[in-house]
């Protein structure tokens, strides 16, 4: 399709393959309740009932959640995460579903978005404190880096939709298809150079435990 959509047409273009996806998440997705995993009267009840209440910005990527699950060793907080790591996985393929016919209907201006949103991105709780620290403290110990975003969540869902591969792109959906390439390297070298630094650091914390040790 070449003719310019609207964005209200665009989104009339996806009604029936939005439907249709829908309709395959549901038939997959299976109910479940935090209270299969932790009892009632195991849980924290809300603030004004003496208990603490949720944070907003506590939410995890699937990889992350899968990665944190593996990392906690509790039998209980592991299968709890892996069944959200489940849900995380079934929505991504219903937006991945759904961005790939809406790159086959305007492809330039779609391109445009994806590359929009890839560049943008900010790991949820971005704002809370002392976010950059923790955020430091997952990545030194696997469950979400650089590396897992670009190779685990980035390339692939872009390899499903052909990204680079296309041959419909004119004007600046070939300019954002640069773009988007641009900070995928970019990505490849920051991911690199924390391997790296992770690699050095039982060195840098041995050498600074014996300089303790003779002070």
Not at 13 to 38: F, G, N, S
Not at 186 to 192: K, M, W
Request: glycine residues 6%.
């Amino acid at each position: 399709m070449t003719a310019a959509l609207t964005d209200l047409g665009l989104l009339r273009e996806l009604e029936p393959v939005a439907e249709r996806h829908l309709d395959d998440h549901l038939r997959q997705a299976k109910a479940w309740h935090p209270h299969d995993y932790v009892p009632w009267g195991d849980g924290r009840n809300f603030a004004a009932l003496g208990g603490i209440d949720w944070e907003p910005g506590q939410s995890r990527t699937r990889i992350s959640h899968r990665n944190t699950g593996t990392a906690c060793a509790e039998p209980v907080a592991e299968r709890m995460l892996q069944r959200i790591a489940t849900d995380e996985n079934l929505h991504m393929v219903f937006y991945r579903n759904i961005s790939a016919a809406a790159l086959d209907l305007p492809p330039d201006a779609m391109l445009r978005a994806i590359t929009e949103v890839v560049t943008r991105f900010q790991m949820p709780g971005l704002t809370q404190p002392n976010f950059r620290r923790d955020a430091v403290l997952l990545a030194e110990h696997g469950s979400y880096d650089v590396r897992q975003h670009l190779d685990g969540v980035l390339r692939p869902v872009l390899r499903a939709w052909n990204v680079f591969e296309r041959t419909d792109l004119r004007g600046d959906g070939v300019r954002a298809r640069d773009e988007l390439g641009c900070y995928l390297d970019e990505l490849a070298a920051q991911a690199r150079r924390f391997e790296e630094g992770r690699e050095r650091a039982p060195a840098r914390e041995a050498a600074r435990a014996e300089r303790a040790g003779t002070a």
